[in-house]
């Protein structure tokens, strides 16, 4: 058949308006890499954790603390050491339109210490902070490790006796023990000792580099003149066996730094917290000193490369390193909730207090069986029912029963409705509708016994034995 003329220019303009629609599709949104959405039972795991670890570090008697996401570039700069991965090749960094340059924060502690100086805390010791939030590094995304992460932390300012790292030390344990992770976990401490011991230390490692150079990678060769001692924290296979065969730091640590770190150990003794000396242990921050430590888990989920949950050490010198005029103590710890949250058995997170569903029926002549109901339940006709259901509602809440209450849908019906109560773990379903205000009573469905029975309002909470 021949196309007239009139044919052919619709069919062109129908083509062109399908190419344009095409071409001008908007791209659906789709997150960053290394960051996630977290909803449903992961977020329940997280909330738990959180609860638990702030609960744990009020019982030590620590404040909540918040501290901005954005920072002076220069906070982290200072601390962190500039020859550090972080600072080198992770640091989320921009010059804002004020010319300042900012970072979003990859750690805590430097943060912290940070508002300690910037309130004249430091005049006022001691301090003891609790923290949790999101941190952010570029580093590759891998299991248990993203770019946006969160944290829960604590940080003790102004003592600096060997009990405070034993007390600290003690607060991470008893957490990680409340999380059902005692059997599983394993704590590794050290001591990089004070400064003369160190730097004694320093030197005796750079030597060392210097002759195994040619073994190292490029990144740890590099850091021989700078800062030898993080060569021991590098990841790389090809640093591991020249790191296994250079000198602990234990051969020299000068009398007060042996006799101190005798003592945490004792300390730690005395409460029964199993640990294990690791003289290889080292930190990757450089702001460390004296006992440093971490937690450990064997576990599928996390990898053999990523198995430690918990971590932290002293820091004695840190608040002279960010510009406070006087030396003040600390002792923190930081852990991972990704991590943790992985690991978290389900059994050790409590269940939540099941939802009452209230469903309203709008027209009830339609249906002789609630249970099988199919027609639209969407009902315009009369609000004071709705309005009820939502005064039954605040009820059942004001004495702390989480309930759901169904608006109405153009899409639902009764029977989708009461598929998704299921879905939702409620017990009850309460019915309302016109034949049950006039009677001043509702119709309950007990979703576990499938029975169905009316029940005065007064008479509901007896009913469904809150």
Same mark, same amino acid.
């Given at each position: 058949?021949?196309?007239?003329?009139?044919?052919?220019?619709?069919?062109?303009?129908?083509?062109?308006?399908?190419?344009?629609?095409?071409?001008?599709?908007?791209?659906?949104?789709?997150?960053?890499?290394?960051?996630?959405?977290?909803?449903?039972?992961?977020?329940?795991?997280?909330?738990?954790?959180?609860?638990?670890?702030?609960?744990?570090?009020?019982?030590?008697?620590? +404040?909540?603390?918040?501290?901005? /996401?954005?920072? #002076?570039?220069?906070?982290?700069? =200072? &601390?962190?050491?500039? @020859?550090?991965?972080?600072?080198?090749?992770?640091?989320?960094?921009?010059?804002?339109?004020?010319?300042?340059?900012?970072?979003?924060?990859?750690?805590?502690?430097?943060?912290?210490?940070?508002?300690?100086?910037?309130?004249?805390?430091?005049?006022?010791?001691?301090?003891?902070?609790?923290?949790?939030?999101?941190?952010?590094?570029?580093?590759?995304?891998?299991?248990?490790?993203?770019?946006?992460?969160?944290?829960?932390?604590?940080?003790?300012?102004?003592?600096?006796?060997?009990?405070?790292?034993?007390?600290?030390?003690?607060?991470?344990?008893?957490?990680?023990?409340?999380?059902?992770?005692? +059997?599983?976990?394993?704590?590794? /401490?050290?001591? #990089?000792?004070?400064?003369?011991? =160190? &730097?004694?230390?320093? @030197?005796?490692?750079?030597?060392?580099?210097?002759?195994?150079?040619?073994?190292?990678?490029?990144?740890?060769?590099?850091?021989?003149?700078?800062?030898?001692?993080?060569?021991?924290?590098?990841?790389?296979?090809?640093?591991?066996?020249?790191?296994?065969?250079?000198?602990?730091?234990?051969?020299?640590?000068?009398?007060?730094?042996?006799?101190?770190?005798?003592?945490?150990?004792?300390?730690?003794?005395?409460?029964?917290?199993?640990?294990?000396?690791?003289?290889?242990?080292?930190?990757?921050?450089?702001?460390?000193?004296?006992?440093?430590?971490?937690?450990?888990?064997?576990?599928?989920?996390?990898?053999?490369?990523?198995?430690?949950?918990?971590?932290?050490?002293?820091?004695?010198?840190?608040?002279?390193?960010?510009?406070?005029?006087?030396?003040?103590?600390?002792?923190?710890?930081?852990?991972?909730?990704?991590?943790?949250?992985?690991?978290?058995?389900?059994?050790?997170?409590?269940?939540?207090?099941?939802?009452?569903?209230?469903?309203?029926?709008?027209?009830?002549?339609?249906?002789?069986?609630?249970?099988?109901?199919?027609?639209?339940?969407?009902?315009?006709?009369?609000?004071?029912?709705?309005?009820?259901?939502?005064?039954?509602?605040?009820?059942?809440?004001?004495?702390?029963?989480?309930?759901?209450?169904?608006?109405?849908?153009?899409?639902?019906?009764?029977?989708?409705?009461?598929?998704?109560?299921?879905?939702?773990?409620?017990?009850?379903?309460?019915?309302?509708?016109?034949?049950?205000?006039?009677?001043?009573?509702?119709?309950?469905?007990?979703?576990?016994?499938?029975?169905?029975?009316?029940?005065?309002?007064?008479?509901?909470?007896?009913?469904?034995?809150?």
């Amino acid at each position: 058949m021949i196309k007239s003329h009139g044919q052919l220019l619709w069919q062109g303009f129908q083509k062109r308006v399908i190419s344009k629609v095409i071409t001008d599709r908007i791209e659906p949104a789709r997150p960053i890499r290394g960051t996630r959405d977290r909803f449903g039972s992961e977020n329940i795991k997280y909330s738990h954790i959180l609860k638990i670890a702030s609960s744990i570090a009020e019982l030590y008697c620590y +404040d909540h603390v918040s501290t901005p /996401i954005l920072e #002076l570039s220069q906070v982290f700069e =200072r &601390t962190l050491g500039e @020859d550090s991965d972080i600072i080198g090749k992770e640091l989320y960094s921009f010059v804002d339109k004020g010319d300042d340059k900012l970072t979003l924060r990859p750690e805590g502690t430097a943060g912290i210490v940070r508002a300690l100086i910037s309130n004249n805390l430091i005049y006022d010791l001691p301090q003891k902070f609790y923290y949790y939030g999101p941190m952010f590094r570029h580093e590759r995304p891998q299991k248990g490790r993203l770019r946006q992460f969160e944290q829960f932390g604590v940080e003790l300012f102004g003592h600096e006796h060997p009990t405070s790292d034993i007390e600290v030390i003690d607060m991470a344990w008893t957490f990680l023990n409340k999380i059902g992770l005692g +059997d599983s976990i394993e704590l590794e /401490i050290n001591s #990089l000792g004070d400064s003369e011991s =160190r &730097t004694k230390y320093r @030197d005796v490692v750079r030597e060392y580099l210097r002759k195994n150079e040619h073994h190292l990678s490029e990144d740890s060769a590099k850091r021989i003149s700078t800062n030898p001692l993080r060569v021991l924290d590098s990841k790389n296979p090809k640093d591991a066996p020249v790191i296994q065969d250079c000198p602990t730091i234990t051969e020299y640590y000068n009398s007060t730094s042996a006799k101190r770190f005798d003592d945490v150990c004792q300390g730690l003794q005395d409460l029964n917290i199993l640990y294990k000396i690791n003289p290889r242990l080292v930190r990757g921050l450089d702001y460390y000193d004296n006992t440093i430590f971490e937690f450990k888990c064997l576990n599928p989920n996390l990898g053999t490369a990523q198995g430690t949950v918990l971590a932290g050490g002293r820091y004695d010198g840190l608040v002279q390193i960010m510009g406070g005029k006087e030396k003040v103590p600390g002792i923190g710890w930081a852990a991972g909730i990704d991590r943790l949250a992985m690991i978290l058995n389900d059994n050790f997170i409590p269940s939540r207090k099941r939802p009452m569903a209230i469903i309203i029926i709008p027209d009830r002549e339609k249906s002789e069986n609630l249970s099988t109901e199919t027609e639209p339940i969407i009902s315009s006709k009369n609000n004071k029912l709705y309005y009820y259901g939502l005064n039954l509602s605040k009820f059942l809440r004001d004495k702390d029963i989480p309930t759901l209450f169904y608006h109405s849908s153009h899409q639902s019906s009764l029977k989708n409705i009461l598929s998704n109560t299921v879905k939702t773990n409620a017990s009850h379903v309460i019915f309302v509708g016109e034949n049950e205000i006039a009677k001043g009573e509702v119709t309950i469905k007990d979703l576990d016994n499938k029975i169905q029975k009316g029940c005065k309002i007064e008479n509901i909470l007896q009913y469904i034995k809150i």
